[in-house]
């Protein structure tokens, strides 16, 4: 996975973003998110080695854009995928929804071997910025950035995996009782709102370290088993309570806030640009003999989406289900 400063704002200039409705806001996601999209899928595939040809299934996530005919067709034609490819949509699920993504591909792999299950996580979130009262507004607008990444997932058996690939060993999902007013995503006059309640952080704090044990413990993994941290970086205050929450060291959070301070909180795609990091990270290793050319044994990611809901991943490095992304903002 790549990533690359580009698309910063969708609509032309701030002030036409002030200045238009929900329609119009909708219309420009469908005319900026279709290429921006289409580009990055076939630059992941190239650097895989792969062709559309090889792909089954086509997951597309997005919270900042509806549009019909839906980007999943489009893009089916767009990047020259088979008419039969199964398509998938995860909508409205905010930052979580790229784990939940990741599921869904993954899934699929299991299920076909040697076939690809494609992620595209397009978002546009510069599209609904306006002139907001509140200081929720203004810390929304600061925080959120424009990005897209794509992750080409495939199941491979201990034989035919790919050397350097790190394997989904577990993907799921928590509902946190009582959380409802942590992340609240609704429709208006400017498009989509999303409201982050002051407790967030501290639902964040008190909830992920179980969550992240027992998905550790169901492995026979400890804590200090994982070589990388993939936190969502939600902004400087989810960041933080997750580390002190798991007892991490800045260090160890270093791939979280290099995302965050260069592409800003791009929603469902952070994470996967944070992941991309630890992709990178594990190939040097295993290029320059570092962990005894092994690389990276274990990487857990994490984000939040609505409800409040964590979603967490755990890969490893053995052959399983293979998640090779690639990202652009």
Same mark, same amino acid.
């Given at each position: 996975m790549?990533?690359s400063?580009g698309?910063d704002?969708?609509?032309?200039t701030?002030?036409?973003v002030?200045?238009?409705n929900?329609d119009?806001?909708?219309?420009?996601f469908?005319?900026?998110?279709?290429?921006l999209?289409?580009?990055v899928?076939k630059r992941a595939?190239?650097e895989?080695?792969v062709?559309?040809?090889?792909?089954?299934?086509?997951?597309?996530?997005?919270?900042?854009g509806v549009?019909?005919p839906?980007l999943?067709g489009?893009l089916?034609?767009?990047i020259g995928?088979?008419?039969?490819?199964?398509r998938e949509?995860?909508s409205?699920?905010g930052?979580?929804?790229g784990?939940?993504g990741?599921?869904?591909a993954?899934?699929?792999?299991v299920t076909?071997p040697?076939r690809?299950?494609l992620?595209v996580?397009?978002?546009?979130?510069?599209?609904?910025?306006h002139k907001?009262?509140?200081?929720?507004?203004a810390?929304?607008?600061?925080?959120f950035?424009?990005?897209?990444?794509?992750? *080409? /997932? %495939?199941?491979?058996?201990?034989?035919?995996a790919?050397?350097?690939s !790190?394997?989904v060993l577990?993907n799921? @999902?928590?509902?946190?009782?009582?959380?409802e007013?942590?992340i609240k995503?609704?429709?208006g006059d400017?498009?989509?709102s999303?409201?982050?309640s002051k407790?967030?952080?501290?639902?964040?704090k008190?909830n992920?370290?179980?969550?992240?044990?027992?998905m550790?413990g169901a492995h026979g993994v400890?804590?200090?088993?994982?070589?990388?941290?993939?936190?969502?970086?939600g902004?400087?205050?989810i960041?933080?309570e997750t580390?002190?929450?798991l007892?991490l060291s800045?260090?160890?959070t270093?791939?979280c806030?290099?995302?965050l301070r260069d592409?800003?909180n791009?929603?469902s795609?952070?994470?996967?640009?944070?992941?991309?990091r630890?992709?990178?990270q594990?190939?040097?290793?295993?290029?320059?003999g570092?962990?005894?050319?092994r690389?990276l044994q274990? *990487? /857990? %990611?994490?984000?939040?989406?609505?409800?409040?809901?964590?979603?967490? !991943?755990l890969?490893?490095?053995?052959? @399983?289900?293979?998640a090779q992304?690639?990202?652009q903002?």
């Amino acid at each position: 996975m790549q990533g690359s400063k580009g698309l910063d704002y969708a609509l032309e200039t701030a002030v036409a973003v002030l200045r238009v409705n929900t329609d119009r806001r909708f219309q420009r996601f469908a005319e900026c998110a279709l290429p921006l999209a289409t580009g990055v899928a076939k630059r992941a595939l190239r650097e895989v080695g792969v062709g559309p040809a090889d792909v089954g299934r086509i997951v597309v996530v997005t919270s900042t854009g509806v549009c019909g005919p839906g980007l999943d067709g489009e893009l089916v034609k767009s990047i020259g995928l088979n008419h039969s490819v199964e398509r998938e949509v995860v909508s409205f699920q905010g930052c979580g929804a790229g784990i939940n993504g990741l599921r869904l591909a993954s899934q699929y792999a299991v299920t076909h071997p040697g076939r690809l299950a494609l992620l595209v996580s397009v978002e546009l979130p510069s599209l609904h910025m306006h002139k907001g009262d509140t200081v929720n507004d203004a810390i929304l607008h600061a925080i959120f950035g424009d990005g897209c990444a794509v992750a *080409v /997932v %495939a199941g491979r058996t201990a034989r035919n995996a790919e050397p350097g690939s !790190l394997a989904v060993l577990d993907n799921r @999902s928590w509902l946190v009782d009582g959380t409802e007013d942590g992340i609240k995503m609704t429709f208006g006059d400017n498009g989509v709102s999303c409201t982050l309640s002051k407790r967030l952080p501290d639902y964040v704090k008190t909830n992920v370290a179980d969550f992240v044990e027992e998905m550790l413990g169901a492995h026979g993994v400890d804590k200090g088993d994982v070589d990388f941290w993939a936190l969502h970086p939600g902004g400087h205050r989810i960041v933080e309570e997750t580390r002190k929450s798991l007892n991490l060291s800045l260090e160890e959070t270093e791939g979280c806030w290099e995302v965050l301070r260069d592409y800003g909180n791009m929603v469902s795609a952070t994470v996967l640009f944070v992941l991309e990091r630890a992709l990178g990270q594990h190939k040097r290793l295993r290029e320059n003999g570092g962990g005894d050319g092994r690389g990276l044994q274990h *990487v /857990v %990611a994490l984000s939040f989406s609505p409800g409040v809901t964590v979603e967490g !991943l755990l890969l490893k490095a053995m052959p @399983s289900v293979v998640a090779q992304p690639n990202g652009q903002r």
